[in-house]
């Protein structure tokens, strides 16, 4: 499989012969890298990233923080308290 050159890639290797516009390219053109956490993170229940509860170190999604908070120790939460 052939590496797609990405522009940014494209555009450095042509300023490369040109230091000053080189380094105004790399100052202000920065890959923009999402957090790294912004998908790695998953509900260590049911493996679900989206609607993570991540309070107090839980690690648990909304659904099943909502089955488990009473089994936790969490003395309201939802509807049942
Ligand atoms: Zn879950």
Same mark, same amino acid.
């Given at each position: 499989m052939i590496k797609m050159e990405t522009a940014y890639e494209r555009i450095a290797k042509t300023l490369k012969g040109k230091p000053a516009k080189y380094s105004r390219f790399t100052r202000f053109n920065q890959h923009k890298t999402q957090p790294h956490d912004a998908r790695s993170r @998953? %509900?260590? @229940? %049911? &493996? @679900?990233?989206? #609607? =993570?509860?991540?309070?107090? #170190? =839980? &690690?648990?999604c909304r659904e099943c923080f909502r089955e488990v908070a009473k089994d936790l120790g969490f003395r309201k939460y939802g509807k049942e308290a």
């Open positions: @998953r %509900c260590i @229940r %049911c &493996n @679900r990233p989206e #609607g =993570l509860v991540s309070m107090h #170190g =839980l &690690n648990y």
